[in-house]
């Protein structure tokens, strides 16, 4: 489950596990970007990319990408 806080930041499906099946939804949310606690860095935002071609994905993993603040 995505927490509350980075609700409003998403711009992507849910799951990041698509098992190479192009036509059913996303739902296991498995790969994960990992910051630890008290550091300078903000999440502004992320995304999981799900870029296709012909129909059929690259990769049963769908990459996970974020933009941050560095203070």
């Known amino acids: ?11 992507c499906p ?3 596990f698509n098992n190479l ?3 059913e939804a996303t739902s296991h949310l498995i790969d994960c ?4 606690k008290g550091n300078s ?5 992320y995304a999981v990319l799900s870029d296709a071609k ?15 603040n560095c203070k």
């Open 1 to 11: 489950m995505i927490p509350e806080r980075f609700q409003r930041k998403t711009f």
């Open 14 to 16: 849910f799951g990041t």
């Open 21 to 23: 099946k192009y036509n």
């Open 33 to 36: 970007i990992l910051l630890s």
């Open 41 to 45: 860095i903000t999440v502004i935002k």
């Open 54 to 68: 012909n129909l059929k994905y690259p990769s049963d993993h769908f990459p996970v990408l974020i933009e941050i």
